[in-house]
């Protein structure tokens, strides 16, 4: 009964890591990579899309991004996007395609998105404990159940432990990656 518990406790934190690596793809390293524009609303068709659904996004360099829309008339809607994203970069309108060039990022604003990093990965660590919390829950609900010992309570709680753990340590791997990413010139 409980490795049902247990299985629902790795699918809760597996969702929780791709959440975190989503979120922190959205940090910006002063790299150009695709996933910094991916997900960028653009209105088009009457409805909104995001440019990875309307364009190809490549990077050929570590300070250029070029998005090509497979709808050339997308090109000013994308650039607009890209423009009220938030991201604070400006995109370049190339003939039928956007341009974006990814300026070096300034060692102040490097630690800045260093302090940011941290910030989501402490949050990851509660929403993790959170989900602990919760599991600890239903499996200490089973006390006293037929057929469910003490014994079989303490093995799941040490499980359930030692999976926590586990995730925690991607989470400082995450961190360290990110860290390292934007410290690097």
């Not at 524009?37 to 490549?58: C, Q």
């Not at 829309?69 to 994203?85: C, E, H, N, R, T």
């Amino acid at each position: 009964m409980s490795d049902t518990i247990l299985a629902n406790l790795k699918a809760r934190l597996d969702q929780t890591i791709e959440v975190v690596k989503k979120d922190l793809s959205s940090v910006r390293t002063g790299r150009a990579k695709p996933s910094l524009v991916e997900d960028v609303k653009v209105e088009a068709y009457g409805t909104i899309m995001t440019i990875k659904e309307l364009a190809t996004i490549n990077a050929p360099d570590t300070t250029l991004i070029v998005i090509s829309p497979w709808d050339k008339g997308l090109v000013a809607a994308i650039s607009a996007g890209i423009q009220k994203s938030g991201l604070n970069i400006q995109p370049i309108v190339d003939g039928d395609m956007v341009k974006i060039s990814i300026p070096s990022l300034t060692e102040e604003r490097r630690l800045e998105l260093v302090k940011l990093v941290h910030s989501k990965l402490e949050s990851a660590k509660v929403m993790i404990r959170g989900v602990r919390t919760e599991i600890k829950e239903e499996i200490e609900a089973q006390k006293g159940e037929a057929g469910i010992s003490e014994d079989n309570i303490e093995f799941w709680l040490e499980s359930m432990q030692k999976t926590v753990d586990s995730y925690m340590v991607k989470v400082e791997e995450l961190e360290k990656e990110k860290e390292k990413e934007l410290m690097t010139l």
